[in-house]
């Protein structure tokens, strides 16, 4: 007789992207799809030098086991760069490095919620966290998100007719896929409300640090220390593949959480955590290198929205790029994405249609259009071949 899996797990959807991802790793393809940082930007000498040091001269610090909170060093600088981003002092036991924030919504959702419990995602949303949420037997309500991210009115609205959310959970900053950022007000409302209505809010907030202007914007944790947890990663401004993210989490969440991630992995991996620590010690080297990046991927993103305006003016409508990897646009000409695509990759181009991150009624005009991992010369030229595969979609059908 077969055993068993576990329904929940055995109805998960594969993340879409991750399967056109597959098909996009041929070199015939320029891929606007994928959501991977710009491996061009990774501080490989750095992490080569320091990597020797560390294993060289402290083995048992790089090597060996460590606690399940993480890093001493590191969580004392997460807890001083969260607090003055937030102008109230983080104890660092409040820190926890996960593998990722990946990881730490996982661990936040299982801690949170239990199955059938609801979890409001502003719409669209990030894949990765619809996966996670779904996997945890959440139910999932939308809630729609515009150019200043998820609609707080609208969650006020359905608060004060009976919805009871465990948690709610928002990318505050350049959000994926769309790039907006949460107002500061809407980042106040949504922190009384938790507080007023009793649910967690769990501010992702991976991008923060990649803005193309104006200054930092503070976390939804400023109004509430008590409700919010926000999440923090190095992958965007480090590499992903060393999986160093973190929660700063309220008090009482601490424990559980972190007994969780105990039962999950230990901890997270020692010589990651020990690279980062190093790296950012270095606060010259770390600003300069956080210049860099914003410079480099700012310039990508002019490209690739100069070159979009160009080929198709006011057929698709765009984001304006403030920061982040992803531009979000709409086509008005009746286009529908997801019958492009096909046509796109025929023709060496690929994006990811954004009916892929809605939980309900899907947008079929949105695309999602990464400018991370491209040259501007390359993404001129993948909008050049977006605009043709774009003319054949919609040229009538020759009839005799
Ligand atoms: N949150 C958001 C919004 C993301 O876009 C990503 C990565 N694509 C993650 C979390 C996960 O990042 P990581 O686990 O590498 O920190």
């Known amino acids: 007789m077969a055993y068993r899996l576990n329904p929940v797990v055995a109805e998960l959807r594969s993340s879409a992207i991750r399967d056109l991802l597959a098909l996009t790793r041929s070199p015939d393809i320029l891929s606007l799809a994928g959501g991977l940082p710009a491996a061009d930007l990774f501080p490989t000498a750095r992490l080569a030098e320091l990597s020797r040091t560390l294993i060289d001269r402290m083995p048992a610090m790089a090597l060996q086991y460590g606690p399940t909170e993480g890093d001493e060093r590191l969580r004392a600088w997460i807890a001083d760069y969260e ?93 994926n896929p769309t790039g907006a950022v949460l107002a500061p007000d809407r980042r106040r409302r949504l922190a009384e409300l938790a507080d007023r209505y009793g649910f967690a809010v769990i501010e992702d907030d991976p991008y923060a640090e990649i803005r193309f202007e104006g200054g930092p914007v503070p976390p939804v944790r400023r109004w509430s220390d008590d409700s919010v947890v926000t999440l923090g990663s190095f992958s965007k401004t480090v590499a992903p593949g060393l999986r160093v993210g973190w929660a700063v989490l309220p008090g009482r969440l601490v424990t559980p959480l972190t007994r969780l991630k105990q039962a999950a992995d230990l901890h997270t991996g020692s010589l990651g955590q020990a690279l980062i620590a190093e790296l950012v010690a270095d606060a010259v080297w770390w600003r300069d290198h956080l210049d860099q990046l914003r410079a480099t991927y700012a310039a990508r993103a002019q490209a690739l929205a100069g070159s979009l305006a160009e080929a198709f003016g006011d057929r698709l409508r765009l984001g304006r790029p403030r920061g982040g990897m992803f531009l979000w646009g709409r086509f008005t000409d009746g286009t529908s994405s997801a019958a492009l695509l096909p046509q796109a990759l025929a023709h060496g181009v690929a994006f990811v249609p954004g009916a892929e991150f809605f939980v309900g009624e899907p947008d079929g005009a949105a695309v999602r259009l990464s400018f991370a991992t491209n040259q501007p010369a390359a993404l001129a030229e993948a909008v050049r071949r977006l605009a043709v595969a774009h003319a054949a979609a919609s040229a009538p059908a020759i009839t005799r």
Not at 123 to 148: K, N, S
Not at 153 to 164: N, Q
């Open 83 to 175: 607090s003055a981003r937030a102008a109230a002092r983080v104890d660092p036991a409040r820190v926890v490095v996960t593998a990722g924030s990946q990881q730490a919504l996982d661990l936040l959702a299982r801690v949170l919620a239990v199955p059938g419990d609801v979890v409001v995602v502003e719409e669209p949303a990030y894949l990765g966290a619809l996966q996670v949420l779904r996997a945890a037997g959440a139910l999932l309500e939308a809630v729609p998100g515009d150019a200043d991210g998820l609609d707080v009115d609208v969650l006020a609205a359905r608060l004060e007719r009976g919805l009871r959310p465990a948690a709610v959970y928002v990318v505050t900053t350049f959000q």
